[in-house]
């Protein structure tokens, strides 16, 4: 029997286009936190940043199992942000890229949208998505489109086989307008292999130098297939929410 961590350095090796996979600058580890920023390609031996290849999943610690919506909502604005300086994904100065919300558990109200700054109209919502099945396939058909900027589903429930699918859905290539993939799983899933880019451990979590609890998630990669996990401060961080009442609780973020 092969080794598990055979298997993933195996996988590694298959999967070529990781290293040259544009990568998103990570909202908690930017100067100005929850501001859009770009990072093109990678240098070598140095690879920032979230790479827009494959899946990445979220896997939550806390008193309730619910979705890191701020984490996500501060990505996908960092996403919309980046199209404002990379070609529209087909001819048309108005090219129609979307970004896709799968599953009801993660889609978040319209108030919080606009709270982050993005635009109703270019947000697409698929809460009758119930089923893992119905969800993968979902993922996939947004994925591969070529008009979803970035794809944030209920992994909930998915097999290795299926997370496997969604990561081959997701991987970048070349010609190809890159895909932020965010699939968030529950905490029953935190021992599920997988064949996901990344898995990170979120938790709510009090600003200790503030008067009062204010609503922040703690964010640590707890995996990298690139074998980043647990180096540099990229990995291991703190996401505020935006104007945060100081009576908030920490995990009702972006209720």
Same mark, same amino acid.
């Given at each position: 029997?092969?080794?598990?961590?055979?298997?993933?350095?195996? $996988? %590694?090796?298959?999967?070529?286009?990781?290293?040259?996979?544009?990568? %998103?600058?990570?909202?908690?580890?930017?100067? &100005?936190?929850?501001?859009?920023?770009?990072?093109?390609?990678?240098?070598?031996?140095?690879?920032?940043?979230?790479?827009?290849?494959?899946?990445?999943?979220?896997?939550?610690?806390?008193?309730?199992?619910?979705?890191?919506? *701020?984490?996500? %909502?501060?990505?996908?604005?960092?996403?919309?942000?980046?199209?404002?300086?990379?070609?529209?994904?087909?001819?048309?100065?108005?090219?129609?890229?979307?970004? #896709?919300?799968?599953?009801?558990?993660?889609?978040? &109200?319209?108030?919080?949208?606009?709270?982050?700054?993005?635009?109703?109209?270019?947000?697409?919502?698929?809460?009758?998505?119930?089923?893992?099945?119905?969800?993968?396939?979902?993922?996939?058909? #947004?994925? /591969?489109?070529?008009?979803?900027?970035?794809?944030?589903?209920?992994?909930?429930?998915?097999?290795?086989?299926?997370?496997?699918?969604?990561?081959?859905? &997701?991987?970048?290539?070349?010609?190809?307008?890159?895909?932020?993939?965010?699939?968030? /799983?529950?905490? /029953?899933?935190?021992?599920?292999?997988?064949?996901?880019?990344?898995?990170? $451990?979120?938790?709510?979590?009090?600003?200790?130098?503030?008067? *009062?609890?204010?609503?922040?998630?703690?964010?640590?990669?707890?995996?990298?297939? /690139?074998?980043?996990?647990?180096?540099?401060?990229? %990995?291991?961080?703190?996401?505020?929410?935006?104007?945060?009442?100081? *009576?908030?609780?920490?995990?009702?973020?972006?209720?």
């Amino acid at each position: 029997m092969i080794a598990p961590e055979l298997l993933d350095r195996l $996988a %590694l090796l298959q999967d070529p286009w990781q290293h040259h996979a544009p990568t %998103l600058e990570l909202p908690w580890a930017s100067p &100005s936190v929850g501001q859009a920023a770009v990072v093109g390609r990678a240098p070598a031996g140095e690879r920032p940043g979230l790479p827009l290849h494959g899946v990445h999943e979220w896997v939550l610690h806390g008193p309730i199992d619910a979705p890191p919506q *701020h984490a996500f %909502l501060s990505l996908v604005a960092a996403a919309c942000g980046r199209m404002a300086h990379a070609p529209p994904p087909s001819d048309g100065p108005d090219a129609a890229w979307c970004v #896709a919300w799968i599953g009801a558990a993660v889609i978040p &109200s319209p108030v919080v949208m606009r709270r982050h700054g993005l635009d109703l109209a270019r947000q697409v919502t698929v809460p009758g998505a119930r089923t893992p099945a119905e969800r993968l396939w979902t993922f996939e058909e #947004a994925a /591969r489109s070529g008009r979803c900027i970035a794809v944030i589903v209920d992994g909930s429930s998915w097999s290795a086989a299926m997370a496997r699918r969604a990561q081959l859905a &997701s991987s970048w290539q070349a010609g190809r307008m890159p895909v932020l993939a965010l699939a968030w /799983r529950p905490q /029953r899933d935190a021992l599920q292999r997988s064949a996901c880019t990344t898995r990170w $451990a979120v938790q709510p979590m009090a600003d200790p130098a503030a008067h *009062h609890a204010r609503p922040a998630w703690s964010i640590q990669a707890v995996r990298d297939r /690139r074998g980043m996990a647990g180096h540099g401060p990229a %990995l291991h961080g703190s996401l505020h929410e935006p104007g945060g009442c100081g *009576h908030a609780r920490p995990w009702s973020i972006a209720s």
